[in-house]
């Protein structure tokens, strides 16, 4: 099975920003702890601040992977563009929030991504990506 990760902005900075809202764990740390537990599952990261990086990585792998998780970051509130890119390929999606958005600013409520993935885990730290991950295993 592949399962490819896809990070937006800011996420490579996981362990050092914010830890009060999202951990003090690395994303490295966090996914070597995920190639372990699930030996059977062939990863593919990607973590990009660029949005036209994220679209490309979603297109290149769009066709051939069984899922993908992806945490857009802030560009789950501002582009259009990354949910059109989901809407295109035939990988489904499970978008994944370290936060609870729902929690946060009101503009973090709208989501040009949502409704385009096959679901949305918000709120449940790094264990989100996991949960994920069991969805696309038992799907």
């Known amino acids: 099975m592949k399962i490819a990760i896809i ?3 800011n996420l490579n900075l996981l362990g050092k920003r914010e830890p009060e809202v999202y951990g003090k764990e690395t994303f490295e740390d966090f996914l070597q702890d995920l ?24 297109q290149k792998l769009g066709f051939d992977y069984d899922g993908i998780i992806l945490n857009p970051g802030g560009y789950t509130h501002t582009s259009v563009a ?19 958005i729902f ?5 973090r409520k709208i989501s040009h991504v949502s409704g385009k993935s096959a679901g949305v885990i918000s709120g449940l730290g790094l264990k989100g990506y996991e949960l994920a991950l069991g969805w696309f295993i038992h799907h």
């Open 7 to 9: 990070n937006g902005p």
């Open 35 to 58: 190639i372990d537990h699930y030996p059977q599952v062939e990863f593919s990261y990607f973590q990009s601040n660029v949005e036209g990086e994220l679209i490309n990585e979603i």
């Open 82 to 100: 990354l949910g059109d890119a989901i809407a295109a390929i035939t990988t489904k999606v499970v978008e994944v929030h370290i936060s609870n």
């Open 103 to 107: 929690s946060r600013e009101d503009f």
